[in-house]
């Protein structure tokens, strides 16, 4: 049976969430997969939920690292299959992809919920060099209010 590469993108989760955030991943390139498999953890500004392969392969290439913002369509990993029904997603160069560089917050272990990314820089201030907040949100993330506690406690 044939194999090609296709290019898994990050979920759309309706008109008004644009932009999903890497909670945890549960793959590494090389592992092999099954459809309906949990391969990550994926937060928008509303929920967190569970991002799952959608076919039987082999992971090749992900392109995305935890604490990571990304577009809703932007390539999440890249997947060797041979599941004729996929493709529609079938990878364009054909070759696997070099990994994104991990964003200074994820190099940081500082993982930030979308909300508080926003407050953050609506505040004017750049989230990958605010490694002094206290990070209070589920799962030790950077929350909404503890950017709120943060901005509070400098204009005191």
């Keep these: 049976m ?7 993108p990050m979920p759309s989760m309706g008109a008004t969430v644009n932009e999903l955030t890497v909670v945890t991943l549960k793959i590494q390139p090389g592992a092999r997969v099954t459809k309906g ?9 509303k929920s967190v ?5 959608p076919c039987d392969g082999t992971v090749r290439s992900i392109q995305v690292h ?25 990878s364009k160069s054909g070759l696997v992809t070099a990994p994104a560089a991990p964003a200074a917050a ?3 272990s500082i993982i ?26 589920p ?5 909404g209010d503890d950017v709120t506690r943060y901005i509070e406690k400098r204009r005191a």
């Design 66 to 90: 935890p604490g990571e913002a990304r577009p809703s369509g932007a390539t999440f990993l890249q997947i060797e299959t041979s599941d004729a029904s996929l493709q529609h997603l079938k």
């Design 106 to 108: 994820a190099a940081a």
């Design 2 to 8: 044939d194999t090609f590469l296709i290019d898994v």
């Design 112 to 137: 930030w919920t979308p909300r508080a990314t926003k407050l953050a820089q609506e505040a004017g201030l750049d989230p990958a060099k605010m490694s002094d907040i206290e990070a209070t949100g």
């Design 37 to 45: 498999q949990k391969i990550g953890e994926l937060e928008s500004d």
């Design 49 to 53: 939920f569970e991002f799952e392969s």
């Design 139 to 143: 799962g030790g993330r950077v929350s």
